[in-house]
């Protein structure tokens, strides 16, 4: 069964729009990842120098992949110079995933 995972970031003051950036990038090279499944930024309305990412990855080894590839290597550290506050990082079971993702979005094809 797919893993996800639920991270909180925030930002320290006067690094708001390069972390938001910089998440944007990391989501979209995690989107490559043949084992991610799901990866999407979304933002706190209520403090907008904390993030979200939301993925969901096939397996541990889709994870550890993730973890091992060299852009995640070369982004984290600069990432992590930009928090505000620890991340906090969740890992969650699915517990109804559907066997074709399709259904998921009304029939559209992940780009």
């Known amino acids: 069964m797919p893993i996800g995972v639920m991270l909180t ?15 944007l990038d990391a989501v979209a090279m995690s ?17 907008d120098h904390r ?13 550890a992949e993730h973890q091992a590839a060299d852009y995640t290597k070369e982004s984290a550290p600069i990432i992590h110079g930009m928090f505000g506050a ?3 990082v969740k890992y969650l079971d699915t517990l109804n995933w559907p066997q074709d993702m399709r259904v998921m979005f009304a029939g559209e094809q992940r780009q």
């Open 51 to 63: 993030f979200s990412i939301f993925e969901i990855y096939r397996d541990k080894a889709a994870i």
């Open 31 to 47: 989107r490559t990842e043949p084992g991610n499944l799901v990866s999407v930024l979304m933002a706190d309305p209520e403090n």
């Open 86 to 88: 620890p991340m906090e």
């Open 9 to 23: 970031i925030t930002a320290k003051a006067g690094s708001r729009e390069e972390m938001h950036s910089r998440l």
